[in-house]
């Protein structure tokens, strides 16, 4: 048995806290130090603060500094904002303590294509310190770009490629539901879609970005498509307690495309509403031979992401340097039983 990957936790926020509770589980991990900008959080034990019986000394701190020492941190992973805008001078001071990065910002999924100049400094900083960056999550980062890059290793030919994923918002969690509009009119979903107030789902071109990256595809364009409103067909009230009439917004619909002479060559479509309906995640390939794939029930987002990020502590120490996307790393799987420096 080798030793503990040595970690710190960088945003508290509801997909933060699910992350560092994966973390404090995992045997083969050492949580380091825990940092939350909020100062309703700050100063806070730990285990309090998740309301678990760990009885972790760690006290929540409000930047880097506080928790880095002499002693290297393997990986520190940074759950903050979907913009990589936001994220990339925490980033880059997370780099130059010699961590590599592992992010569930939606933009570093596959960012070369929306900012090039950010992700060549983001590329020499990493290579300069000896260490890889990579965004993850479950989507982007693995059922709309991963799963269908891997499941096309069987094809001596790919024509195209469509990738569904149809979920019941009602159990996901509350910042998820308002970000897909659920509750609003269809007045007011169209104004915060359009003040860009509310996001919908966030790296459907980035997925397809890597799908053709990794395939060598050919294209002439990328369409993303603004999200189209999912109408309640009766009353129903949410998770959190509110009341959604019918005719309201309960979820949305996003799709993107890509076009290489007049065919769509890869088509995503991400569903997300409320309501009893079948929920699945599904890949289909056609080419030689044609590849259909179907996750009955789907993969919860929330838990997904958070297995995600945490099973891939070991895989990025043994990854190139630099900046990276899924495609480039060894193969993901889970990971609680690889320790680091194993023999």
């Known amino acids: 048995m080798g030793k503990e990957f040595n970690v710190i936790q960088v945003g508290l926020g509801p997909m933060g ?9 995992r045997k083969n991990i050492n949580l380091r130090g825990a940092i939350d900008i909020n ?10 603060f998740l309301d678990i019986k760990d009885k972790s000394e760690i006290i929540i701190h409000s930047n880097l500094e506080k928790v880095l020492t002499k002693e290297k941190v393997d990986v520190i992973v940074i759950a903050t904002s979907s913009s990589l805008d936001k994220v990339a001078p925490l980033i880059k001071h997370a780099v130059k303590s010699g961590s590599n ?27 300069s310190h000896n260490v890889s960056i990579v965004g993850t999550g479950i989507n982007p980062g693995y059922l709309m770009d991963l799963l269908p890059i891997v499941i096309s290793a069987p094809c001596q030919e790919v024509k195209s490629i ?18 897909i ?82 065919m769509d060559i890869i088509f995503l ?45 070991p895989r990025i120490m043994e990854a190139k340097i630099g900046l990276l996307t899924m495609k480039d790393l060894p193969v993901p799987c889970y990971t609680g039983h690889i320790w680091k420096n194993r023999s």
């Not at 806290?17 to 589980?25: H, P, R, S, Y």
């Not at 100062?39 to 034990?45: A, D, K, L, T």
Request: charged share 25%; with cysteine; aromatic share 8%.
């Open 269 to 313: 479509d991400f569903v997300a509403y409320a309501g009893e309906h079948e929920e699945f995640d599904s890949v289909g390939i056609e080419g030689i031979p044609n590849i259909h794939q179907k996750i009955i029930g789907g993969i919860h987002g929330d838990i997904g992401t958070a297995a995600m990020v945490v099973n891939l502590i």
């Open 39 to 48: 100062p309703v959080v700050v100063g806070q034990n730990l285990s309090e």
């Open 101 to 127: 990065i592992i992010s569930i910002c939606e933009e570093l999924s596959y960012p070369f294509e929306y900012y090039p100049q950010l992700s060549s400094e983001l590329d020499d900083l990493a290579k």
């Open 17 to 25: 806290k699910l992350i560092t509770n994966l973390l404090i589980k």
């Open 181 to 262: 509009g659920t509750g609003l009119t269809i007045e007011e979903f169209h104004q915060k879609i359009s003040n860009k107030e509310i996001t919908g789902h966030v790296g459907l071109t980035q997925s397809i970005q890597m799908i053709v990256a990794a395939l060598g595809l050919e294209y002439d364009e990328i369409s993303e498509f603004p999200p189209k409103e999912i109408i309640s067909e009766k009353e129903f009230t949410t998770s959190y307690g509110e009341i959604v009439p019918k005719g309201y917004v309960c979820g949305l619909q996003s799709k993107a495309i890509a076009k290489y002479r007049d």
């Open 162 to 179: 469509r990738v569904t994923r149809m979920m019941n918002s009602a159990k996901r969690r509350e910042s998820f539901q308002r970000k």
